[in-house]
């Protein structure tokens, strides 16, 4: 079963940038569709962005799309998602995982929060 650990979380100010990074273990990771996940506080866990397992398709929530741009480095097992023009909205934890979601394969996410 895949592991995945992110990073690259952090405090930004409205307009602000953060690239956000996923490292998978095992070698199955360029076999699947992966994506990015956030739950804001009080609310549920949302999608953000997939990308295909051969990075040829991606897709976006309407509320980062032009913002937000992910990817993907199958050499090194490893999921982006650059985020750009932040917004105090895009405040919550993010997760990457499987697309469709893998239950047993959340990690811990990294904090995101925009302060305007």
């Known amino acids: 079963q895949v592991q995945l650990v992110e990073s690259g979380g952090g405090l930004v100010q409205t307009g602000g940038s953060l690239r956000l990074s996923c490292a998978a273990s095992g070698r199955t990771f360029k076999s699947y569709a992966m994506g990015w996940f956030r739950q804001a506080p009080g609310k549920g866990r949302e999608f953000v962005a997939g990308?295909?397992?051969?990075?040829?398709?991606?897709s976006y929530v309407d509320s980062v799309k032009g913002r937000f741009t992910i990817s993907r480095d199958d050499a090194k097992n490893t999921l982006y998602l650059q985020m750009n023009d932040l917004k105090p909205e895009d405040t919550a934890v993010y997760y990457c995982n499987r697309n469709p979601a893998d239950p047993g394969a959340w990690g811990q996410g990294t904090q995101v929060t925009v302060t305007s």
């Open positions: 990308i295909s397992w051969s990075g040829g398709m991606t």
